[in-house]
């Protein structure tokens, strides 16, 4: 068993192996394999079959340096989705208590207590007032 894992070492090294975009193609393939299971789609198991060769493909790959870049666009587009997500959920964590307006100056996000009615509010980044109006 120790000489497999030896021969196994010895064969990845200089390989690019596992990243995040491994991980999301391979989620997204198994998402696919599953909505295929529900609707029995011959495209749609050609496409979770080929991803999934394309992502084993992409993790021996020899070039580093293309997979790197190809990571780096992925994790920023991810990031901003996850962060735009994260500010979603947030958002309807609190709508009990809070409401959130844009600065008509400066376009920050500000996060106001829930007062009914019209009310003036002055930008912390910008230091511009204006007016809110909050229904509910």
């Not at 999934?52 to 920023?76: A, D, H, P, T």
Request: one cysteine or more; glycine letters at 6%.
């Amino acid at each position: 068993m120790e000489s497999l894992k030896n021969r196994l070492n010895r064969f990845m090294v200089g390989r690019y192996g596992i990243d995040q975009l491994y991980y999301a193609g391979l989620f997204l393939a198994l998402g696919l394999m599953m909505i295929n299971m529900m609707v029995n789609s011959t495209i749609l198991m050609i496409l979770s079959n080929g991803l999934i060769v394309l992502i084993v493909l992409r993790g021996f790959s020899r070039n580093i340096s293309r997979r790197r870049m190809e990571n780096e666009k992925f994790s920023k587009v991810w990031n901003t989705i996850k962060k735009e997500g994260r500010i979603f959920f947030r958002r309807i964590k609190g709508i009990r208590t809070h409401r959130y307006r844009k600065c008509l100056h400066c376009k920050k996000t500000l996060k106001l207590p829930i007062k009914r009615g019209k009310h003036m509010v002055q930008c912390p980044e910008c230091k511009a007032f204006f007016v809110v109006r909050v229904i509910v």
